[in-house]
Antibody
Framework: QVQLKETGPDLVQLTQTLSITCTVS????????VHWVRQPPGKGLEWMGA???????DYNSAFKSRLSISRDTSKSQVFLKMNSLQTDDTAKYFC?????????WGQGVMVTVSS | DIQMTQSPSSLPASLGDRVTITCRAS??????LRWFQQKPGKSPRLMIY???NLAAGVPSRFSGSRSGSDYSLTINSLESEDMAIYYC?????????FGAGTKLELK
């Protein structure tokens, strides 16, 4: 069945770089887009960017200068990298398949940015 | 960027009530509108896709509708398991944008 799972650090130091891996199963990255969405504690959902099935990317301009999304199709993995982290980047980070008649989300990884 | 204005932000309701949550799109998004339900500590769950289509496994008391640039999620005969936060999402163009969320709670 379709699954997505995020792995990454619990804690990142201020101004450092965040790296999260989304490992998918049950579908091919060359068929479906994978998106990154984050949610600060007690707040709403924010779309960050996407890896298209064709290999292209799109980003929310709010992150554009410091966000990078890439993939390794042989490992069924999508990567998020965001630099210059600030305290307001503290959030749960999700990868998700947002299109199609079914929605699939990972369980998310909670990342705290510490000073 | 397309703005999704979601209302109300909070909706107290009683079991058995019929409730409606609305998102207004700042530009044309066609029917590229989804509704998600999120419970505390959980990932969002797709409820409605294509503005009006019920996702698999979603109870039939949920429905979606569209009137111009206004998109609505209606829950008939509210049950306790429906208490959650609901978000709309437009996926007509990048960047995708979510509504701010509606917290549905017991009155």
């Amino acid at each position: 069945q379709v699954q997505l799972k995020e792995t990454g650090p619990d804690l990142v130091q201020l101004t450092q770089t965040l790296s999260i891996t989304c490992t998918v199963s049950g579908f091919s990255l060359t068929t479906y887009n994978v998106h990154w969405v984050r949610q600060p504690p007690g707040k709403g959902l924010e779309w960050m960017g996407a890896m298209w099935n064709g290999g292209g990317t799109d980003y929310n301009s709010a992150f554009k200068s410091r966000l990078s999304i890439s993939r390794d199709t042989s490992k069924s993995q999508v990567f998020l990298k965001m630099n210059s982290l600030q305290t307001d980047d503290t959030a749960k980070y999700f990868c998700a398949r947002l299109e199609g008649v079914r929605g699939y989300w990972g369980q998310g990884v909670m990342v705290t940015v510490s000073s | 960027d397309i703005q999704m204005t979601q209302s109300p932000s909070s909706l107290p309701a009683s079991l058995g009530d019929r409730v409606t949550i609305t998102c207004r799109a700042s530009q044309d998004i066609g029917n590229y509108l989804r509704w998600f339900q999120q419970k505390p500590g959980k990932s969002p769950r797709l409820m409605i896709y294509g503005a009006t289509n019920l996702a698999a496994g979603v109870p039939s008391r949920f429905s979606g509708s569209r009137s111009g640039s206004d998109y609505s999620l209606t829950i008939n005969s509210l049950e306790s398991e429906d208490m959650a936060i609901y978000y709309c999402l437009q996926h007509n163009e990048y960047p995708y944008t979510f509504g701010a969320g509606t917290k549905l709670e017991l009155k």
